[in-house]
């Protein structure tokens, strides 16, 4: 009895144990945590469901294989006020050519300074830091047939804080088939796929006595702390999307659907439709992080109006507004001009 009685308890020790390390996720677990945040008010607007439409020159950070239906010379520009007083930004350019299309991009996630605090000063030392990350990228993406294209996107990648830094490079690749099924689009991207970045810089730098038990010993040696290194946050995107009315009394409805697996988080999907009218006006809505718990995104909305200039110059401005349930609703402006 005595021989069960331990049996019982020790599966039950295990049985928990089990059941607290199910508990366990990656969340919070990468760095350039700002390569996930979600590029143009268009594809925000439909629930960033945007993996097989990928139609304009955002399709660098959606699917660089997107840029290879670009008829036309475009230029983006997005400005989003971003959670915790940060501020986003992000511009980025797309050249057809005979060859395939190439493509270029810069991201900024920039903050005001602040006053530097310590134990001891915990009201301010007086001495003002700054924190912050960006990347640049090159793309190039070629349609192998008129169904299917494929593309690829080279990033550097920085982020620093006070007089630290760490440096990173990766590259996306993605596909798009455009199916024969009623116009259905499939499409596929890995995002971020690259080297592990790690904190380092002067302020890392300390003196230390390394054995203050011996007398005589040196109590200002110099030596450096040693920061972890953490993996970039990896995304496999794939989704399907459809234009429903093709065109139909000057209108096209585009309805998406996206399925993502990221490295650091829970798998989760986001859809959404975007409703075009004689390509003047765009109204979009959509839902993000469908089935992923604890998620504070959700409902998305969006507009857009394009306007004709002057010897094919076109705008499009576009608006995009994304609840953050208890953190501050994101409103992203995004202008794009094709040439």
Do not use: C
């Not at 969340?27 to 590029?39: E, Q, W, Y």
């Not at 990648?157 to 830094?165: A, Q, V, W």
């Not at 459809?242 to 659907?257: F, P, Q, T």
Request: charged letters at 15%; proline letters at 1%; zero cysteines.
């Amino acid at each position: 009895m005595k021989k069960i009685i331990l049996i019982l308890l020790i599966n039950l020790m295990l049985v928990n144990f089990l059941a607290s390390q199910e508990q366990v996720t990656k969340v919070g677990t990468t760095a350039a945590g700002f390569l996930n945040i979600d590029v143009g008010s268009n594809a925000i607007g439909m629930g960033s469901a945007f993996v097989s439409v990928a139609n304009d020159a955002t399709a660098m950070y959606w699917n660089a294989s997107g840029l290879a239906w670009l008829q036309k010379n475009e230029a983006v520009f997005t400005y989003n006020n971003w959670i915790a007083d940060l501020t986003f930004n992000y511009a980025g350019i797309a050249i057809p050519l005979s060859v395939g299309t190439i493509g270029a991009s810069a991201t900024f996630l920039t903050m005001d300074e602040m006053e530097r605090t310590t134990v001891n000063y915990p009201y301010g030392t007086g001495e003002k830091f700054s924190a912050g990350s960006y990347a640049f990228s090159l793309a190039y993406a070629r349609a192998l047939t008129d169904r299917f294209a494929i593309g690829a996107n080279f990033k550097y990648i920085h982020e620093y804080i006070l007089n630290s830094s760490a440096t990173g490079v990766a590259f996306d690749i993605g596909t798009i088939f455009k199916t024969q099924f009623h116009g259905l689009n499939i499409g596929m991207n890995i995002s971020n796929f690259g080297t592990k970045m790690r904190m380092q810089g002067r302020d890392l730098m300390i003196q230390v006595n390394i054995d203050p038990l011996v007398s005589g010993s040196n109590e200002n040696i110099n030596a450096e702390l040693r920061t972890e290194s953490y993996d970039l946050p990896l995304m496999f995107r794939v989704g399907v999307s459809m234009d429903v009315l093709k065109g139909r009394g000057n209108s096209n409805l585009i309805l998406a659907v996206d399925a993502l697996h990221p490295n650091d988080d829970v798998e989760y999907v986001n859809l959404g439709g975007s409703y075009v009218f004689n390509r003047m006006f765009s109204l979009s809505a959509g839902y993000k992080t469908l089935f992923a718990a604890d998620s504070e995104e959700g409902v998305s909305f969006g507009a857009g109006f394009y306007y004709q200039l002057f010897n094919g110059l076109r705008i499009r401005l576009n608006y995009a507004f994304q609840d953050f349930g208890i953190l501050k609703d994101i409103q992203q402006f995004s202008m794009a001009i094709e040439f």
